[in-house]
């Protein structure tokens, strides 16, 4: 939790933070700013003390809704910098940087640097500024394991109405998406029919989640898959716009989208066969689906996330499926991880790789499930996923409801 | 243009281009790649040769979109490199960047590096690989001026038609905006009302401009400016959501999405006053409007952006308003430029900016001219905006076409 930041940075003995880039669809700087139109901003938190947030001066009142100490850039006058840096043969953003952080007392010492910003400008600043001050040390974290991925690794129950809510959305324009499906005509080769008597495509799918996200508030920043057939079968294709919806195959709707300006996600995935499920199809699902409840079952407080995926690819590799356990980097079976941490990012820690230390299902952790089987030279793929809240109970929660089924029924 | 990198790197003695990150939301990559679900993503494109684009093995099918060279991570097991890095104290990401490196023929040289991305991880991982391979350099750019901006600032037909193609889809939603505000009552106190008798919001209006982008396959990263009255007098105030709307105050409605997925943008703006203008609203708008024709009859084939910044500043000085010309960092008055290049980024070359060299409004550029006059302590702002592109005949267009009027006549 936030709360816990000064603590972790004192484990890994980090004497200030220094985040670049925008308050926008920018994990780090959205989790201690809420966001808004800041863009362009620095802040710098020294261990124990509060964090400054540097900004435009005319973003000056988004700034403040932050609620941080905040400084305008105009405090450090560009012609005066230009003319230092000329001298100096350094770089303006160097020197600026520099000045901001001597106000806030940092002048030696370990800073780890953040942000999902510009990687060009931002190292060229930091290489800069490395030479004029060698007696600070600036330290990139791995983007598995940071100050940041362990402090939001733990949520507060105000983190947690949010994702529950965006889980509501997220159902709510699944539930949509699905009625829509069922209420169109086919053709004679099985394929959805508009009214106007074209084939309904992925693009008119895409359109319509898109739209009724963004009635709902939300957004889908890294899209959403909706991959039928073949593409089901590969984990991570989106689906190709101009394919038709056809009765009887495997379509795999994975939608993970956020709060409007890059806030919490929800993750979520069904896999339906509108109409009927040919036998290799419900086979394959069935086999999925008695797998994500055997291992919904082992959910326990404390344990490794990466023992449900030593236990997932067991029980996959006993229906006679590859798994990452005996077979290096699957193309067909079970080819990925059981699930993930979610929050501001999409992706964050606990990871559920295997033998990856201090990814437990601790209390306060949101995560999801989502097994998997993808036979792309079969022409079909099943997931299915819901997240989960580990409660302070020691219970788990699924934060949305949604039915399983695999078959759609048509209604058109 | 994209054909001039290799030139442009030669100029700039760059011997290669490392690009991190995902293929969307992020623009060296989106213009290398064209997009689509490829994410954490490595690009490599030696001086004079083809991008290779590295990417996860569960992505091959989007990374093949690309129609680039491609190389899944498979190829660079996770074991082997997990134990070489313990032995040779380095990470796992650079010795998978070396052997990357070693693959596309790049062994020593400069290597530019960019991305939108996250910073931490990218900086750790480039730190570790500059002590690994010491014959190689690896630098930043500035993040106004880089091989890829100065690429970037000169377009092709073809995504001129796709700029065209979002400023269509933008101003169609500016006017169903506008429709939508004319057609609600009115209380006594001129405030807004909804049909079920509920005042009209700032957040209803964005709800709306949401949704009907959306509907048109647009999406806005940056969020929206729809601010009134004292907001409108801030120039990056994106407004306040519970804010009521009301007759005769300045909103400023400043509109930039992009194409899902983070593609080419459109900039646009518009300022009105719903029902009438007090006569000191209409007199800040009519002194605008003047500057911005004026600047506008300005255009002229090469002629430095920021000759056209200046004349703006005198003609607003000429009017009585500070500028950034004799007023350092000016609250109230002419605030800051004139306009900004865009492409697939909301802001990029030429630039406006006083004294900057180079950023001039050659063929082939796109920019916005986009004066206003800010007076929050009036309770008014007055911003026009529109998006040109600079014709290979000399001429300047107008990207697409909307009435410059202040006075939105009410219908309700």
New interface residues.
């Given amino acids: 939790m936030k709360t816990d930041l000064n603590k972790i940075m004192q484990d890994r003995n980090i004497d200030a933070l220094l985040v670049?880039?925008d308050a926008?669809?920018n994990a780090?700087m959205y989790y201690l700013t809420g966001g808004?139109?800041v863009?362009?901003a620095t802040l710098i938190k020294p261990r124990g003390e509060e964090a400054t947030l540097f900004h435009?001066?005319?973003?000056?009142?988004?700034a403040a809704k932050s609620k941080l100490k905040t400084i305008?850039y105009?405090k450090y006058?560009l012609k005066t910098l230009m003319k230092e840096a000329k001298e100096k043969k350094s770089?303006f953003g160097a020197l600026r940087l520099q000045k901001m952080l001597e106000d806030c007392g940092v002048t030696s010492g370990k800073i780890?640097?953040?942000?999902?910003?510009?990687?060009?400008?931002?190292?060229?600043?930091?290489?800069a500024a490395q030479k004029l001050m060698p007696e600070i040390e600036?330290?990139?974290?791995?983007?598995t394991d940071?100050v940041?991925l362990q402090a939001m690794e733990t949520k507060t129950e105000d983190e947690i109405a949010r994702i529950r809510e965006m889980g509501r959305i997220t159902t709510e324009v699944v539930g949509k998406v699905k009625a829509f499906l069922a209420e169109h005509a086919v053709d004679e080769n099985e394929v959805l029919l508009q009214t106007d008597g074209k084939p309904l495509t992925i693009a008119d799918v895409k359109?319509k989640i898109?739209?009724w996200?963004?009635?709902r508030?939300a957004?889908n920043?890294?899209?959403t898959?909706f991959a039928i057939g073949r593409?089901a079968g590969?984990?991570?294709?989106?689906g190709t716009e101009s394919d038709l919806i056809r009765l009887g195959k495997t379509i795999v709707f994975d939608i993970f989208p956020c709060e409007?300006?890059g806030g919490y996600f929800y993750d979520f995935t069904r896999t339906w066969c509108l109409g009927y499920a040919p036998e290799a199809e419900q086979k394959l699902y069935d086999e999925v689906r008695e797998v994500y409840e055997k291992v919904e079952a082992k959910l326990e407080s404390g344990i490794p996330f990466g023992e449900l995926q030593r236990i997932t690819c067991e029980l996959f590799e006993a229906q006679g499926h590859a798994t990452p356990l005996h077979t290096?980097?699957p193309?067909e079976g079970y080819?990925?991880s059981v699930g993930h941490g979610l929050g501001v990012n999409i992706h964050e820690k606990p990871w559920a790789r295997m033998k990856t230390k201090g990814n437990t299902l601790q209390s306060g952790v949101v995560f999801t499930l989502e097994p998997g089987l993808y036979y792309p030279s079969k022409g079909m793929g099943v997931r299915i996923e819901n997240t989960y809240w580990a409660r302070p109970d020691g219970s788990f929660e699924m934060l949305a409801e949604f039915d399983f089924g695999l078959v759609v029924k048509m209604r058109g």
Same sequence: chains 1, 2.
């Fill in positions: 670049l880039g926008e669809h780090p808004g139109h863009n362009a435009n001066d005319m973003e000056r009142e988004e305008p105009s006058p770089n780890g640097v953040y942000g999902h910003t510009d990687l060009s400008n931002s190292f060229s600043m930091l290489t600036f330290i990139g974290e791995s983007g940071s940041f359109a898109n739209l996200l963004a009635e508030g957004e920043p890294e899209a898959i593409d590969i984990p991570h294709s989106v409007a300006g290096d980097a193309q080819v990925h």
